[in-house]
DNA sequence: TTAAGTGTTGCTCT
DNA sequence: AAGAGCAACACTTA
């Protein structure tokens, strides 16, 4: 379930190895991926150039070929982007690949349909367009400009830190575990927080999702090394919390489930 | 066997 | 207009 980590460690796996090498071939296995875009458009535009930079918005990847070509990817629930460097090692559900020079892949999967690739001229414009946030994690974005976003929603917590028009990069799973961390019930409408819980959401949101992107999500046992105290790899039915041992609780809000230690995090 | 759960975006409804 | 709820998707678990 790519968020703002995983979708980062994607992107740097295409900064690493991918940069300025010429696509040889543009492989469109399920046109339905494409939006706003046909199969051939995508390949008549992509083939032959290379990519020149790669950045991020949230959830959202960018990859820019110049000329104002830009490739936007979107993982939804269930999606990912895979550097394939033997052609026998093809993962399944594979929707759409750039072949490059020197025979290795980057394989976009998706095993539902549920997340797309566009061709735009520019990022800033499609996050303009699509009214994200800022970034969870753009350094630019600081305290005082979420505090207000804050106080400005009288949605739920949980619901605000998900909701990608007010800050993007957040979903389901890491906002519980940064709500957690932060000993904040999901259900805490965001205006009636105050100032020092909102702080503490903030360095907690900062800190957890700096942990993640470090440790990689795109790496093997991943969960296993995330830090003791964390509620991730106790996050399903008849978990325990991993600080206090009390059952774990989980509540619905705007419909979608959170699961909370309803020790450690009150409504107040 | 059927039904519910999963998570994201974007639409409709109030 | 803000917030809630559902559809789309495909696969897993009860």
């Not at 020790?263 to 107040?268: A, V």
């Amino acid at each position: 379930m790519p968020e703002l980590p995983d979708v980062e460690a994607f992107r740097a796996t295409v900064q690493r190895h991918f940069i300025d090498r010429p696509v040889s071939r543009v492989v469109v296995s399920d046109p339905k991926c494409l939006e706003g875009v046909t199969a051939l458009t995508a390949q008549r535009r992509l083939k032959g150039r290379g990519i020149q930079s790669t950045g991020r918005h949230g959830k959202y990847l960018f990859l820019d070929f110049g000329d104002n070509i830009v490739l936007v990817m979107h993982f939804g629930p269930a999606g990912s982007l895979h550097r394939v460097a033997d052609a026998q090692e093809q993962p399944d559900y594979v929707r759409f690949q750039l072949d490059f020079s020197n025979g290795e892949s980057l394989a976009y999967v998706n095993r539902r349909r549920i997340g797309h690739i566009r061709l735009v001229a520019g990022a800033a414009a499609f996050i303009e367009k699509a009214r994200l946030g800022p970034d969870a994690m753009n350094p630019d974005f600081k305290f005082p400009g979420f505090a207000h976003r804050v106080s400005d929603r009288g949605q739920p917590i949980k619901v605000f830190l998900t909701d990608q028009s007010n800050l993007a990069g957040i979903g389901n799973t890491w906002s519980d575990e940064i709500l957690f961390q932060a000993l904040i019930h999901p259900a805490v409408r965001a205006s009636s927080l105050g100032a020092a819980r909102a702080r503490q959401l903030f360095d907690e949101m900062r800190r957890v999702l700096k942990i993640a992107i470090d440790l990689d999500p795109s790496t093997a046992d991943f969960e296993a090394r995330l830090p003791s105290d964390f509620l991730l790899p106790h996050r399903h039915p008849g978990g325990h919390c991993p600080g206090c041992g009390t059952a774990l609780d989980r509540v619905v809000l705007s419909g979608h489930s959170s699961t909370y230690c309803p020790n450690r995090q009150k409504p107040t």
